[in-house]
């Protein structure tokens, strides 16, 4: 089977500190998945390979049929969207909204050509109408909400008409009103045969847009803590192993919840975290 995206083994370290450690993951074509774990499993070092941005420390990582390393990642990059909060960053917020999106069929941010093809024009405003942000083509990106932004994003990101999209915590900062548009646009996205792979980040399984299939489960220091079908994977028990905490999940009308097993439950982590205070040297 020829994979989208092939890692083996992949290892990342800094100095001392293990990020990513002996991970394997195969993803197919067709396939949406959830990438799931807490806060420093290292989910975005992993987006940051998946999509090539970095190179792991050991082990081969193979996307879309070329493997990192043996590549080059120029070449490789725009058949890869990637919306992450480090990529909003660069992007001006006096740059009009379309030319946020029609930008990124030449990898850039900022308009810096006066002529833009028709076709990549027609393109941009395909997609900003597919994310319902078309009425603010003519705004300056800074001032649009969060939701919009985000919605902006990730039409930005499918530009290049990606075979792998990869979406790093898109709900981050939403509230309940945005989380649920952009839950309703992703599930949409999944829906669509003719959609890339997809690759969602996030830390709430109340975000899982119905139509996502698989899911990787990391624990801390990026150890996976299951892999596979979402049903099979998204158990209280495997939920519980990652986030170290006892955890009940439930299923229903195409969406997740979780929520501590008992108010004790947290318990542990307040004393983990008493602990720790009490052990730094002014604690
Ligand atoms: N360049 C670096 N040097 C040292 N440690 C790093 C470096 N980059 C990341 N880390 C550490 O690696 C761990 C994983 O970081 P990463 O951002 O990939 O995790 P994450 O799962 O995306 O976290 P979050 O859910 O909080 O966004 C963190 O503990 C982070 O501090």
Do not use: C
């Amino acid at each position: 089977m020829s994979w989208v995206l092939d890692l083996h083994g992949v290892t990342v370290r800094r100095g001392a500190t293990t990020i990513l450690d002996a991970l394997d993951w195969q993803v197919a074509d067709g396939e949406r998945w959830i990438v799931l774990g807490p806060n420093g499993a290292g989910k975005t070092t992993l987006m940051q390979i998946a999509s090539a941005r970095m190179h792991p420390t050991s082990g081969t990582a193979t996307l879309l049929g070329e493997t990192l390393g043996r590549v080059d990642v120029f070449e490789l990059r725009p058949r890869i969207g990637l919306a992450s909060a480090a990529l909003a960053e660069q992007i001006p917020g006096d740059e009009l909204v379309r030319d946020v999106v029609v930008t990124a069929a030449y990898g850039v941010t900022g308009r810096w050509r006066e002529q833009y093809e028709e076709l990549d024009t027609e393109r941009a405003t395909e997609l900003l109408r597919a994310f319902d942000v078309d009425a603010l083509a003519n705004r300056t990106y800074g001032t649009l909400s969060e939701g919009e932004r985000k919605r902006v994003q990730i039409a930005r990101a499918l530009m290049t008409d990606p075979e792998l999209l990869i979406l790093d915590e898109p709900g981050a900062g939403l509230d309940l009103g945005g989380r649920e548009e952009l839950v309703s646009a992703l599930a949409e996205l999944a829906r669509d045969p003719h959609s890339p792979v997809l690759l969602l980040v996030t830390h709430h399984v109340e975000e899982i847009p119905p139509g996502f299939t698989h899911m990787l489960l990391l624990g801390p220091h990026g150890a996976v803590q299951a892999a596979g079908p979402l049903e099979e994977v998204l158990t209280s028990q495997n939920l519980s192993a990652a986030f170290g905490l006892d955890l009940l999940v439930a299923h229903g009308g195409g969406r997740w919840l979780a929520r501590a097993a008992t108010p004790a439950a947290t318990q542990g982590r307040h004393q983990e975290r008493h602990q720790e205070r009490s052990t730094l040297p002014n604690g």
